[in-house]
């Protein structure tokens, strides 16, 4: 029970990590409040999380003169968003910015609106979820990938601002999880993709991602990547930036 009684507030609870580290987060005594654009899908989750307490506020990331006062947040997790899965040629400058919309600015504004409170109270802990491709881009996802570059400048910066306030920043960087991603990834004309890739069919299960991310954050960690043997890119981009350029080249 390392968050008993703290408030843990999920964005893209309704399914996928979100809705796993929800779970996650109720069997270690956190109120959640759980948010997506899916009220009836968020129910659905709160009904499967333990304990009580827990709060349904759906709303729309993508507008954040709408977002919902909710009161003192200990834990906001950032798991709301879009991936993609189409070739920069093809897509339409439309799709580009509802992505970077919703995967970025819808990030950056719920943070803003949390932030003034953990700063008064000295105390707080942000959890953005990004992914292996915010450090190494692959083809189909370039704006998608780019989005979650801008998350890792921001977060980065913020946690540098922030430290001698109390206000903690975790960096949640999956790779391959076995989730709905790709077929809600968003093709060149806004349209989800409607399948999954075949990475992701025998991949990290959701529940196990989930543990990991609640154990990063009760330890206090700066950033943790999650996955298989692709999490190796990432310090292999570090090192050898030529040899992974040349792997995740479309054949």
Not at 49 to 55: F, L, N, Q
Not at 71 to 80: A, F, N, T, Y
Not at 225 to 230: F, L, R
Request: aromatic share 6%; hydrophobic share 45%; net charge positive.
């Amino acid at each position: 029970m390392r968050f008993r009684d703290k408030v843990v507030w999920v964005t893209g609870a309704s399914s996928g990590i979100g809705e796993a580290v929800s779970v996650a987060f109720s069997r270690e005594g956190a109120k959640l409040i759980l948010s997506s654009r899916n009220g009836a899908e968020l129910e659905r989750v709160r009904r499967a999380c333990a304990g009580d307490g827990h709060r349904v506020v759906p709303f729309d990331l993508t507008r954040s003169d709408s977002f919902p006062a909710v009161g003192d947040v200990d834990v906001l997790v950032h798991s709301g968003g879009v991936s993609q899965r189409a070739l920069a040629v093809d897509t339409d400058l439309a799709t580009d910015r509802a992505i970077m919309e919703l995967d970025f600015f819808g990030t950056v504004a719920l943070t803003k609106a949390v932030l003034p409170s953990m700063l008064a109270r000295k105390s707080g802990h942000i959890v953005p979820i990004s992914s292996v491709v915010g450090y190494v881009g692959t083809p189909l996802r370039s704006t998608y990938s780019a989005a979650k570059h801008a998350l890792h400048g921001f977060f980065d910066s913020l946690r540098a601002e922030v430290a001698k306030d109390g206000v903690v920043i975790t960096i949640i960087c999956p790779g391959y999880i076995r989730t709905n991603v790709s077929r809600n990834a968003l093709t060149g004309n806004g349209t989800p993709l409607g399948t999954m890739d075949p990475t992701h069919e025998d991949a990290m299960l959701p529940e196990e991602c989930a543990r990991r991310i609640v154990d990063a954050v009760a330890k206090r960690k700066q950033e943790v990547v999650i996955g298989g043997k692709e999490r190796f890119a990432v310090p292999l981009k570090r090192f050898f930036p030529r040899i992974v350029a040349r792997m995740v080249r479309m054949k």
